[in-house]
């Protein structure tokens, strides 16, 4: 996940140092929020290592995960402040929020796999409909989010860069038993 705020060039973060980075983004991915509460969090695993990770929400649960970061980031000395995150998702949709597979995994048909199980988690919370944001910069995601199906329905400025959102239509939401 590291990865994708390094891509992203927050100026925000631009004085904050890697490993105080990273620990926020551990700590927020041990939460009960981000596992399993108003987040889900999927990862690909190869030998016993994680390899790639997908995570996202309905998108009304937005403020609930955000305020996960900017709690950590308050509470942490290596920022200046709270973080504060852009608005991401639009109305109605189960917001595939990151997707990040190891460098040393990619092309190997990860992402790929990660996508296909998110329409069972956006059924489960009731959305027919999936979203995300890509980056302008990135046409190889780009590409591989094309071939799954997702269509571009308008541009957004995220922080300092201008990404795509992408829908996927996914049928009725399911009904699991508990």
Do not use: C
């Not at 997707?99 to 069972?120: C, E, F, T, Y």
């Not at 799954?148 to 201008?162: A, F, L, S």
């Not at 990404?163 to 399911?174: N, V």
């Amino acid at each position: 996940m590291n990865l994708i705020y390094d891509e992203m060039e927050l100026t925000d973060l631009e004085d904050v140092p890697g490993p105080d980075l990273l620990k926020v983004i551990t700590a927020a991915y041990r939460t009960r929020t981000y596992l399993s509460g108003a987040a889900t969090t999927v990862v690909a695993e190869a030998n016993g290592h994680v390899v790639g990770v997908a995570f996202g929400y309905p998108g009304e649960n937005e403020d609930i995960v955000e305020d996960v970061i900017t709690q950590l980031t308050a509470d942490s000395a290596a920022f200046d402040g709270p973080l504060e995150a852009d608005s991401e998702t639009a109305p109605g949709e189960w917001y595939l929020d990151s997707l990040a597979v190891s460098p040393d995994h990619q092309g190997m048909g990860i992402g790929r796999k990660l996508l296909w199980a998110l329409p069972i988690y956006a059924q489960r919370d009731r959305q027919s409909v999936i979203g995300l944001n890509v980056d302008f910069e990135n046409p190889g995601a780009m590409k591989l989010y094309e071939r799954m199906g997702y269509e571009v329905t308008g541009t957004q400025m995220i922080g300092d860069h201008d990404y795509y959102h992408m829908q996927l239509e996914i049928g009725k939401p399911i009904s699991i038993a508990n």
